[in-house]
């Protein structure tokens, strides 16, 4: 079974500073313009967050230099208020083009933190996501289904993959009764079996895109799992689409995945929590849940997706990335 988080590990924002980052957030939402994907309003978001608490920076700060054994973060009493919210959207492919207080709190932060990115391939290149369930895809392994999510690293078949997920939550499933679920190759590393960590190593894995991009492509090159020598190595792997191409790779992945589930933390996520995983040594998946029919009262939460540094261009025939004029904005947009 997941460990639960401890509380005491989790960042509580007193009501002042709730209030505060909710001052903020609404300044921004009405002042930078209407569309979250323009340059000029993620310019606007990255100099806000100067203007947040000291008490919620420093934190988010010190997680960006050092993400831990757990390799997550989670705050909570963010100023969420489901009442507030419109129904939660039902649509496949659900996305935040607009300015909200909820939207503006998410970018904030996520400026703290690195750049925003997105991919073209996937959802038109929107930087903010919704993760929703949608009639008829529960059993779909992705943002729309409802059934247990695979552990996975974010995009772990791309070149380019973000260094963090940021999950914003602004309404719980109706019982209350789905977990982020989280686990780190620092806290299971030394668990793995000598046999295990070497075949890890080796380039015997690939990877597919999720169904969520589309019409990406289905070829993808060899890779380790675990990669960079040492006792902090980087995580590539997607239970659901990473495939072991010799036997000892297999067993090696049957045991990892073993060892996520023993190792795992569980957080419930509740409005106002934001959850960020550190993607380069840490997995994440969710437990299943129950979706209702009242599109009103369905779980919702929002994700975006960071890199410390995206590279201006990569080597043409793999992929290339913008930054919109240099104002800030980069999309990765992998080539077809």
């Not at 990473?242 to 036997?247: C, Y």
């Amino acid at each position: 079974m997941p460990m639960i988080v401890a509380e005491s590990s989790a960042l509580h924002l007193s009501t002042e500073d709730a209030r505060a980052v909710d001052e903020v957030a609404n300044r921004l939402a009405v002042s930078a313009g209407s569309e979250v994907d323009a340059p000029e309003w993620v310019a606007a978001a990255r100099a806000a967050w100067d203007d947040l608490p000291a008490t919620l920076r420093r934190p988010v700060r010190e997680f960006r230099r050092n993400s831990g054994l757990s390799g997550s973060m989670l705050i909570r009493g963010l100023p969420v208020d489901p009442a507030e919210l419109p129904a939660t959207p039902s649509l496949l492919g659900s996305v935040q083009r607009f300015a909200t207080g909820p939207a503006a709190i998410l970018l904030m932060l996520a400026t703290g933190l690195g750049d925003p990115l997105a991919y073209r391939s996937e959802k038109s290149g929107a930087l903010v996501q919704d993760v929703v369930p949608v009639p008829g895809k529960e059993d779909f392994q992705g943002n729309a289904g409802s059934v247990t999510l695979a552990f996975h690293v974010e995009n772990a078949f791309h070149p380019y993959r973000p260094d963090y997920v940021a999950l914003l939550c602004l309404r719980s499933d109706h019982d209350r009764a789905a977990d982020l679920r989280v686990a780190c190759v620092r806290k299971l590393l030394r668990l793995l079996s000598s046999a295990s960590r070497q075949a890890l190593r080796r380039t015997e894995f690939s990877t597919a895109p999720p169904p969520s991009f589309g019409e990406f492509g289905s070829e993808t090159s060899v890779h380790p799992v675990i990669s960079c020598d040492g006792e902090d190595p980087d995580l590539v792997v997607d239970l659901e689409a990473t495939n072991p191409l010799t036997r000892e790779a297999r067993d090696a992945l049957r045991e990892l995945r073993d060892l996520f589930d023993r190792t795992a933390q569980a957080i419930r996520l509740a409005p106002g929590d934001l959850a960020v995983v550190d993607n380069r040594v840490a997995v994440h998946g969710r437990t299943s849940f129950r979706p209702i029919a009242s599109p009103p009262a369905r779980r919702w939460v929002r994700s975006r997706r960071l890199g410390r540094a995206v590279p201006i261009m990569a080597r043409l025939g793999q992929s290339q990335t913008s930054d919109h004029a240099g104002r800030g904005l980069r999309r990765v947009a992998v080539r077809q």
